[in-house]
């Protein structure tokens, strides 16, 4: 049986939700890489150790929440991120970043998580 590209991708959404991985959690991680689209969405990658993941800072007010601190969303920015795991039809499985504990903010070297 040939399956759609649709298909896949909800079966891989409602697994994430069965297995609880689509509400917010809060991480440790590093940003490892981080970019603004034309749309002002801060995207990029996240690190755990040697793990790196895709990711998409949705709430847009994290900019200035992270400059009210002296930081910014570049390599080496460490924290707690409360982020929920998502599979996106256009780029694939994310994570969402939702907010950051401005308490946790510090500097690393890349891969230093």
Do not use: K
């Amino acid at each position: 049986m040939t399956r759609t590209v649709q298909s896949l991708l909800d079966d891989a959404r409602n697994a994430l939700a069965e297995a609880g991985l689509t509400e917010l959690e809060w991480t440790l991680a590093q940003v490892v890489t981080a970019s603004r689209t034309d749309s002002d969405l801060v995207v990029g990658e996240l690190g755990w150790r040697s793990r790196r993941l895709r990711f998409a800072a949705v709430n847009r007010s994290l900019h200035y929440v992270l400059a009210q601190q002296g930081a910014a969303w570049q390599p080496g920015l460490c924290g707690e991120f409360s982020v929920r795991l998502v599979i996106h039809p256009r780029y694939g499985f994310q994570a969402e970043v939702h907010d950051i504990d401005v308490r946790s903010i510090r500097y690393t070297a890349p891969g230093g998580v």
